[in-house]
């Protein structure tokens, strides 16, 4: 992974800034990293080894460009022009661009932007949900042929449904932060904007987890070596139809346990059969009314991605419909949140037919 970082230091200008690595790692050496210098490697994407080949090649992957700045900085304006002439030479690399100033995009583009160049990926980061709010209809407006979005460090759930379903975020990422003073990342904040990815059929990956780590109410504290690869081991990284969360291991709850924690809640708990829902099964019988529930499961939550997920289930008309919805059956990220059954994969027969059990059971319970 090559990175290019044409000049160094940066200014603070949001949350996601406060603990820096960039700021942490100078200040380590005695550094001022507010202050802004142009590198000797500013013109790395045209060095040249002695043969007279450039150093840097496509097989050497993504060329990260700025990871120790940004690169639409107001102080680097007047280098800004000269990078992008580089960029547009070496056509045979893709550049990623990270930037917090999705702003000032508009008048930092070279005047042969058109609708944006094939090797250019911009990636806008929102570490929030008010900067989310503020910079990705910015980040949409613009032209731009590869749209990135990392929320790194996430610093509280953050919904961009709504913006991913425009069909012009190629990517997102999530991740934790690291550092001694790392502020706590929630894996449920991870889960909800891989759900939203899934839904929308985004590829969505879980990068880091930071340095503190909070997972079913208990906190961690990782070593920064572990924080990717607990991250990758947890398999919540998404491709769409690549079968990749097959591989995520989790357990499904303890029956009477769900049941007591579904009573709990003000929404599940207020469904219960009709009269007339009532009459149904007992006229149709238990065994016709698991038929139906495993068509209706078969048929509307197997997929990977179900058709309008979230909405495919009516609110009545059918017992099981009313079963669904009381014990969280209804739609796959209701399936994730109460059963543990993850989003983004195809359910096995096993996962259809416990299902099916737990629907079966609350309308047994509710006809007796």
Not at 194 to 221: L, M, N, S, W
Not at 252 to 261: C, E, G, K, N, V
């Amino acid at each position: 992974m090559p990175i290019w970082n044409p000049w160094h230091g940066c200014h603070k200008i949001s949350p996601g800034c406060a603990n820096c690595y960039v700021y942490r790692r100078d200040e380590s050496i005695g550094k001022d990293a507010s202050v802004v210098t142009k590198t000797g490697d500013f013109n790395l994407p045209l060095k040249k080894n002695r043969q007279g080949e450039y150093k840097l090649t496509a097989g050497d992957g993504i060329v990260f460009a700025c990871m120790t700045s940004d690169f639409f900085l107001e102080d680097a304006d007047e280098w800004r022009q000269d990078c992008w002439d580089m960029i547009r030479k070496r056509r045979d690399l893709h550049f990623h661009i990270i930037t917090k100033r999705i702003d000032r995009f508009e008048q930092c583009m070279p005047s042969d932007w058109g609708d944006g160049w094939d090797n250019v990926t911009i990636c806008c980061t929102c570490e929030n949900q008010d900067r989310a709010d503020h910079r990705l209809p910015i980040f949409l407006r613009f032209p731009i042929k590869h749209r990135e979005v990392i929320c790194e460090p996430m610093l509280e759930e953050i919904n961009m449904e709504k913006y991913l379903r425009t069909g012009l975020i190629e990517h997102v990422s999530c991740g934790g932060e690291s550092g001694d003073n790392a502020r706590p990342c929630n894996f449920r904040w991870i889960q909800e904007v891989r759900r939203e990815c899934v839904r929308c059929g985004v590829p969505f990956t879980f990068r880091q987890t930071g340095a503190v780590f909070i997972k079913d109410g208990k906190i961690y504290h990782l070593d920064r070596k572990l924080h990717t690869s607990q991250a990758k081991k947890s398999g919540y990284s998404y491709v769409p139809g690549m079968g990749s969360a097959d591989a995520i291991r989790y357990r499904t709850p303890d029956r009477q346990m769900l049941f007591d924690r579904l009573s709990k809640s003000d929404f599940r708990s207020r469904f219960h059969l009709s009269e007339k829902d009532r009459a149904y099964v007992t006229e149709k019988g238990a065994d016709t009314i698991r038929r139906h529930a495993q068509d209706f499961v078969e048929k509307r939550l197997s997929a990977e991605n179900p058709e309008n997920d979230g909405k495919q289930t009516p609110m009545r008309g059918h017992p099981v419909f009313a079963a669904q919805h009381a014990t969280a059956c209804c739609c796959r990220s209701c399936l994730e949140k109460w059963h543990n059954i993850p989003c983004g994969k195809c359910l096995t027969a096993d996962e259809q037919s416990y299902i099916v059990d737990v629907i079966m059971d609350w309308i047994k319970n509710e006809m007796q």
